[in-house]
């Protein structure tokens, strides 16, 4: 099967579903990463862009991603891009991927950034376009999906969980190659949180740790 998350910055396709694309690797899928914009423009300058590149390198290495393309949206400025540019753009892509499955954000996410790619991708996929594509889902990403607010929309209410608990050191230690990106714990973006965040998803379902998604569309 081939395997596609789509994000919107450097670390999202780690923090959102990496424990979890970590296991369809262990299954034999074919895994590719799709990250739109720079991360860093918006925030640190240019010097970062580089860096940021090189942490996605080695967390795709760490996980064992087919391949990891960055393209060059603007970073927190996607609202700038007319979003028939970001959806055919996206559409293109994945068209050349060929995916089973399609992985992306939540679309109330606080992130405005977040929230125009989910759409995008819902838009991309389509019915008729991917003759492939049987499972579309939205993973939660720790920093963002929780900091929704509550008067928008629908909070993330996760109907798919990944028994991550033979990937989940994996996901900590691709997520420990975006040294800029990760925080002091009680931060969500800290390993300890990550880990405590994998174990309480586990919780609700029975295993010891997992990663939830929100089924968009499962074509059976
Ligand atoms: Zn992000």
């Given at each position: 099967m081939?395997?596609?998350?789509?994000?919107?910055?450097?670390?999202?396709?780690?923090?959102?579903?990496?424990?979890?694309?970590?296991?369809?690797?262990?299954?034999?899928?074919?895994?590719?990463?799709?990250?739109?914009?720079?991360?860093?423009?918006?925030?640190?300058?240019?010097?970062?862009?580089?860096e940021l590149?090189?942490?996605?390198?080695?967390?795709?290495?760490?996980?064992?991603?087919?391949?990891?393309?960055?393209?060059?949206?603007?970073?927190?400025?996607l609202?700038?891009?007319?979003?028939?540019?970001?959806?055919?753009?996206?559409?293109?892509?994945?068209?050349?991927?060929?995916?089973?499955?399609?992985?992306?954000?939540f679309?109330?996410?606080?992130?405005?950034?977040?929230?125009?790619?989910?759409?995008?991708?819902?838009?991309?996929?389509?019915?008729?376009?991917?003759?492939?594509l049987?499972?579309?889902a939205?993973f939660?990403?720790?920093?963002?999906?929780?900091?929704?607010?509550?008067?928008?929309?629908?909070?993330?209410?996760?109907?798919?969980?990944?028994?991550?608990?033979?990937?989940?050191?994996?996901?900590?230690?691709a997520?420990?190659?975006?040294?800029?990106?990760?925080?002091?714990?009680?931060?969500?973006?800290?390993l300890?949180?990550?880990?405590?965040?994998?174990?309480?998803?586990?919780?609700?379902v029975?295993?010891?740790?997992?990663?939830?998604?929100?089924?968009?569309?499962?074509?059976?």
């Open positions: 081939n395997v596609v998350v789509v994000a919107a910055h450097p670390d999202d396709e780690v923090l959102g579903a990496g424990a979890t694309l970590a296991r369809h690797v262990q299954d034999g899928d074919a895994v590719h990463a799709v990250v739109l914009t720079d991360g860093a423009l918006s925030r640190y300058g240019k010097h970062m862009v580089g590149q090189a942490s996605g390198v080695a967390a795709a290495r760490h996980i064992g991603l087919a391949s990891v393309r960055f393209e060059a949206f603007p970073d927190q400025r609202d700038q891009i007319p979003i028939l540019d970001l959806t055919q753009h996206i559409e293109s892509v994945l068209t050349d991927l060929e995916p089973d499955i399609v992985y992306t954000h679309r109330g996410d606080v992130n405005a950034d977040h929230a125009l790619v989910a759409q995008a991708v819902w838009t991309a996929c389509r019915p008729y376009c991917m003759p492939n049987r499972l579309i939205a939660e990403t720790p920093s963002s999906t929780e900091w929704a607010s509550t008067i928008d929309g629908s909070p993330f209410r996760p109907t798919l969980f990944v028994d991550v608990t033979a990937t989940i050191e994996c996901k900590l230690s997520m420990a190659c975006y040294a800029s990106e990760t925080r002091a714990y009680p931060h969500p973006r800290s300890r949180a990550l880990r405590e965040r994998a174990s309480y998803w586990g919780s609700v029975g295993v010891l740790a997992a990663e939830p998604f929100l089924v968009l569309r499962d074509v059976r």
